[in-house]
C-alpha cells in the first residue's frame, strides 16, 4: 500500500506530485507550540504501508532550513513508530548538499552530517534531485538513495528555442564541466546535430570571486549556461557577461534549484541575460524586480518525482525514467 504525505511547506509541490500519478496526500496535523517546539503525525493508518514524506529542504520567510529539516526527521521517525514498512524521504531540494568536502582545516563534512540525521531516524531510502555532488551524495547514504535529474526537461525545453541556430553549452565554473558535458550530450542526440562546449573560468578567495576567461568558442552562437542552483546569481552573471562579450549571439541559463539568496534578484536583471530557467523544487519567492521574473521560466518536476515514486514502490527502473 503507497501513502504519500508533504508536510505544510511543501504542500502544494505534494499536491502536484500526488496528481501526476492520480492518488491523493495523505492527512496530517502538524501543530507549533507556544515555546517554539512542534508536532507532526499523520491522522491516518500507516501500519504496513509503503511510505513516502515530500519536504523540500530549503529556507524561507517562516521556517529556517534547519526547521525543515528537524521537523521532516521528526515526521520519519513517527511513521516509523507508527507501523510503516518502509518509508522514504523525499527531497526536491537536499540542503547541506553542497557542504560535501573540507576545504579548510577542520572544516565539516554537513551533507555526511545530514545522511546521518536521517538514517537515525530509521529512514530506508531517500530521494533528491540533482544534487552538488552525486559522488559525495551517494557516499554519505549507508541506506538507499535515488538520485533524479532535470536534464531532459531542459533539453525539451531548449530545443524549439534554438531551432537551427549553432548552440554552446556553457559550465560556469569547472566544478560543473561534468553537469555540463552531460547535458550538451543530450541536447546534441536530441538535434542531431553537433552541440560545443564551453566553460568559464572561477578563482576564489577568501570568499572573493575573480575570473574573465572562457574556454570555447562562444561567438555567433546560442550560449546555454547549466548549473545545479543559483544562490546569489553572481556566478552566472558573470558568466552571462563573459558569453556577451565574447560575441554570443543569445545567452540563456538554466539551473535545477534557485533558492535567489542575496543579490540574486539584481544579478539575474542583467540585460545579457535573455532567459533563466529553473524548476520547481525551490518557488522563486525571493525574486521580485519586473526585469528578473519577466525573463523567469520554470518547469515542474513534480510528475518526475511522482514516476520515480511509482517505480520505486512497483520495484521498477529509475535508471530508465532518466533515459
Given amino acids: 500500500m503507497l501513502k504519500l504525505f508533504a508536510l505544510n511547506r511543501s ?3 505534494g499536491k502536484r506530485v500526488a496528481s501526476s ?3 491523493s496526500l495523505g492527512t496530517l496535523e502538524e501543530r507549533d507550540f507556544e515555546d517554539g517546539e512542534h508536532k507532526a503525525r499523520p491522522l491516518e493508518n500507516v501500519r504496513g504501508a509503503d511510505v513516502y514524506v515530500i519536504h523540500s529542504l530549503y529556507g524561507d520567510e517562516g521556517q529556517s532550513v534547519n526547521d525543515k529539516l528537524i521537523r521532516l526527521l521528526f515526521f520519519l521517525a513517527t511513521l516509523k513508530d507508527a507501523g510503516a514498512e518502509r518509508v522514504t524521504a523525499v527531497t526536491p531540494y537536499l540542503c547541506y548538499a553542497r557542504k560535501d568536502r573540507k576545504t579548510k582545516p577542520r572544516d565539516p563534512l554537513s551533507g555526511r552530517y545530514v545522511a546521518g540525521l536521517l538514517e537515525s531516524m530509521g529512514v530506508d531510502r531517500v530521494v533528491a534531485l540533482d544534487v552538488h555532488n552525486l559522488a559525495a551524495f551517494q557516499n554519505a547514504f549507508r541506506c538507499r538513495t535515488e538520485h533524479l535529474e532535470a536534464r531532459n526537461l531542459f533539453v525539451s525545453h531548449f530545443m ?3 531551432a537551427e541556430q549553432d548552440v554552446v553549452v556553457v559550465s560556469p565554473d569547472t566544478g560543473g564541466i561534468k553537469r555540463a558535458e552531460q547535458f550538451r550530450e543530450s541536447l546534441q542526440e536530441k ?4 552541440v560545443d562546449g564551453a566553460f568559464m573560468e572561477k578563482k576564489r578567495s577568501a570568499g572573493v570571486v575573480s575570473g574573465s576567461a572562457i574556454v570555447g568558442d562562444v ?3 546560442v550560449a546555454i549556461i547549466i ?3 543559483i544562490a546569489s546569481g553572481g556566478t552566472i552573471a558573470r558568466t552571462a557577461k563573459a558569453c556577451h562579450q565574447r560575441g554570443a549571439s543569445r545567452v540563456f541559463a538554466a ?3 534557485g533558492p535567489f539568496a542575496a543579490m540574486a534578484d539584481a544579478n539575474m536583471a542583467l540585460p545579457e541575460l535573455e532567459r533563466l530557467v529553473i524548476t520547481d523544487s525551490i518557488p522563486p519567492f525571493r525574486l521580485h524586480s519586473r526585469a528578473t521574473c519577466a525573463k523567469l521560466e520554470i518547469l515542474s518536476v513534480a510528475p ?3 514516476e520515480a515514486i511509482e517505480r520505486i514502490h512497483a520495484g521498477g527502473s529509475i535508471v530508465d525514467l532518466l533515459d
Fill in 11 to 13: 504542500h502544494d509541490f
Fill in 21 to 23: 500519478i492520480g492518488i
Fill in 160 to 162: 524549439p528555442l534554438i
Fill in 191 to 194: 538535434l542531431a546535430r553537433p
Fill in 219 to 221: 561567438q555567433g552562437r
Fill in 227 to 229: 548549473d545545479d542552483l
Fill in 255 to 257: 539551473a535545477t534549484h
Fill in 304 to 306: 518526475l518525482f511522482g
